[in-house]
């Protein structure tokens, strides 16, 4: 029984170990690192059957409350499937879309966001926040029911279906969503770490746009909506550590000198015990901030465990890299993959250093 799992109730367990078991399978099917190569600099970046697989599991209703029609569930569980699918660099999919834009949509709360949540459930919209660079607001106007401004960075908007985009006003920000191929609205992508691609959204008098959030709700659900996506792609980046570090014990095995495996070097030894070190806190951080996520503390929930994680996946990839050789320096090596998508993951709605930061100005912290 993993660490998230003993934060859970009988029911909840049993939910996860099935949720982690599903998971598991589609990434022995479907995970293809031949694939993910091939799709580097492509759009929409990964292999779009993975949302008909995603959907037809049910995945994208897990985080949609149940009288919307979804399955109810919440974070932990979602972090259980994002953690597993991460080990085969296939979630891509539900990150942006199944938690970040859905939960958006749920905290939005407007009949107009429910109708949206409906097609959610089957695939046919799929939603994507409509951001600017470090997750800051964009600068956009609601002027004559038209939209104007720039969204510069819109995870998973090359493969949406609509965009919610917030919309600041006197009394607080609206969200507002725009179909994707809407009149005045056009969409180019930009590069992340590990080559796959952020949307650049223009919006010159994008019409269309339905109101789904008021000013009053739209900054508040905004929030809430990243800090819960923070703290599931926390639980992704700890599948990335566990991966990058099975990769190189598994590499130290086989990896021989003098006529030895250089697994029995004791300096390599304490090395990886480190790194090992650094992965079990992570995974305990993780489920303390679901925990606290849980009992109503979720921003302090989030900035743990997003804070935590990203340390710790960059520090096992460095290090990973390092202890392949020169091997695990080039690109036909699948280390290097899951180094370009931890710091990909790590600096998407915050690093360790932004949520040290973020700790600091909540006052946590005093002389």
């Known amino acids: 029984m993993s660490v998230i799992e003993m934060t859970q109730d009988d029911a909840d367990q ?7 078991d599903a998971a598991e399978r589609v990434v022995a099917d479907k995970a ?9 600099r492509t759009v929409p970046g990964h292999d779009t059957g993975l949302v008909d697989t995603f959907v037809e599991l049910g995945w994208f209703g897990v985080l949609v409350p149940e009288d919307k029609g979804g399955l109810g569930l919440g974070l932990a569980e979602t972090a259980v499937l994002v953690r597993t699918l991460e080990k085969g660099l296939i979630s891509d999919p539900l990150l942006p879309i199944a938690v970040l834009g859905t939960r958006t949509l749920v905290h939005a709360g407007r009949e107009a966001a429910d109708r949206l949540l409906a097609g959610v459930l089957g695939g046919e919209v799929r939603p994507a ?9 964009p600068d956009v106007r ?3 029911g038209r939209l104007t401004g720039r969204c510069a960075a819109v995870a998973g908007g090359v493969a949406a279906t609509h965009l919610i985009v917030p919309v600041r006003c006197d009394a607080g920000v609206e969200l507002y969503a725009v179909a994707v191929d ?41 929030e809430a909506a990243l800090d819960e ?29 003098f006529d030895v495996s250089i697994g029995s070097f004791q300096a390599l030894q304490h090395k990886t015990v480190d790194l090992y070190i650094q992965k079990e806190i992570a995974v305990a951080t993780v489920a303390y901030g ?10 302090m929930g989030a900035l743990r465990a997003k804070g935590r994680a990203s340390a710790a996946a960059n520090r096992i990839g460095r290090e990973a890299l390092h202890l392949h050789g020169a091997i695990g320096f080039t690109d036909e090596h699948d280390i290097g993959l899951y180094l370009k998508r931890a710091l990909t993951l790590s600096a998407w709605l915050g690093n360790a250093a932004v949520h040290r930061r973020r700790y600091i100005e909540m006052g946590m912290i005093r002389p």
């Open 129 to 137: 926040l409509a951001l600017d660079f470090d997750e800051a607001l």
């Open 229 to 257: 996506t923070r703290l599931v792609a926390a639980a992704g980046l700890v599948g990335l550590g566990e991966r990058m570090l099975d990769m190189t014990i598994d590499y130290l095995k086989v990896r021989h000198q």
């Open 14 to 20: 049993d939910m996860i170990a099935e949720l982690r």
């Open 182 to 222: 809407a009149p005045g609205l056009v969409q180019t992508q930009r590069w992340r770490a590990d080559e796959t691609p952020v949307g650049q959204v223009t919006l010159d008098g994008a019409e269309d746009a339905i109101l789904i959030a008021s000013a009053d709700r739209g900054g508040p659900a905004v």
């Open 32 to 40: 293809d690192l031949a694939r993910t190569r091939r799709l580097r």
């Open 290 to 299: 679901l925990q606290l996520a849980r009992q109503g503390e979720r921003v």
């Open 142 to 144: 609601w002027s004559a």
